[in-house]
């Protein structure tokens, strides 16, 4: 096995083949409002109802879709990969968990979920948001929202990330645009760690990739994987 330590990371595009939008190429626009408008605590706080009606409309999507080779070719990987192992995802979607992935950190938290605004206990939801929806853990219930990392909050988990990102010997980004931080600086990161590294995206992003292979990720990330399987 050449690699032994593999980190990979994916963004919007990953999901895009399975029918969810990205970020940029949706520019950004939800009814109108800028997403970074409406995915933020400000927004939560001046109008939760808006902000739980974009929520539920997300989770409504995400009904209807289904993970695509990609997510599937990942799951196999950690299955059948010997050495270490992580899947860090910028999105929200619950595909990667419903192709299998479980050696995985949701970065950005995860649309299946919800968090007690009192306690930030998280728990699974289902319902909808608007219907003010209380917590679990309190008496009388509190208040919940998405357990999803807004605008100007710190993404989950970013030590366990750190630590993965500096031992790692392969680093792949799938998908994202590399505009966003922290998760634009985990390439640097990697390569400062020696780490090989592989951009898989439809066009050439901005990162210090060693290699980078323009195309869909359904196609080239099952290619990927059975290339990494087979050394
Ligand atoms: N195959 C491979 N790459 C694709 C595909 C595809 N089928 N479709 C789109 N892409 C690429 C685009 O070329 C683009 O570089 O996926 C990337 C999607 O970029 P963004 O829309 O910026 O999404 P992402 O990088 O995940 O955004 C990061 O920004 O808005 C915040 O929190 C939000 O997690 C998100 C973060």
Redesign the pocket.
Known sequence: MKYKKVVILT????S??SGLS????SNGLWENHR?EEVATPEAFARDPDLVYRFYNLRRQQLAKVLPNAAHHALARLEREFPGNFLLVS??VDDLHQRAGSRKLIAM?GELSKARCIQTEEVFDFQGDFSQRAGCQCCRPASKIRPHVVWFGEMPLQMEHIGRALRDADLFVA???????YP?AGFVAEANRAGAHSIE????S?SGTFAQKRCG???HLVPRLVDELLKT
Do not use: P
């Open positions: 963004g919007a595009g990953i895009a083949e990205t970020f940029r190429d997403v910028q999105n950005h799938i998908g994202t645009s590399g505009q966003v998760a898989i995206n439809l066009q992003g869909l990720a359904s």
